[in-house]
């Protein structure tokens, strides 16, 4: 995490450098477009490792999900479906950080002792409650 007055570019060297040290088997990143520019080279040349831009298909207009964004975008929505990470009220990023690392071992703990896939109850018709 980085401060709010910070390039998001500028940022993500950091944070590009902290998982290359931390996590020295991830070899691709994914990122959007506002990253794309001297950062791929950058990531490629210094890091070694390869900074893919998930871009729009060609002639797109409006909203369409993209798959390798939809999965950060899932995980968003998970966390923040967690009553401590639904706002950010902390004032430490590490702080935050911890209760995104919490939040990340609760859902993992909550799948493993599932013993089933997760299914979604059949939607019914719906019906007016009277009072």
Aim: charged share 25%; aromatic share 8%; hydrophobic share 40%.
């Amino acid at each position: 995490m980085v401060a709010a007055n910070i390039q998001d570019r500028d940022g993500a060297k950091r944070s590009l450098l902290w998982t290359r040290l931390d996590h020295p088997g991830v070899q691709r990143i994914w990122a959007d477009q506002g990253f794309a520019g001297r950062l791929v080279e950058w990531s490629s040349t210094i890091l070694g490792r390869e900074l893919e831009i998930v871009r729009k298909a060609p002639g797109q207009r409006g909203f369409q999900v993209q798959p390798k964004r939809w999965a950060v975008e899932r995980t968003f929505s998970w966390l923040t479906a967690h009553r401590c990470l639904a706002h950010d009220y902390e004032t430490s990023p590490a702080r935050s950080e911890t209760m995104i690392r919490w939040a990340m071992i609760g859902i993992m703990v909550r799948r493993l002792t599932r013993g089933a896939p997760a299914r979604r109850s059949p939607r019914g018709p719906l019906t007016r409650v009277t009072q």
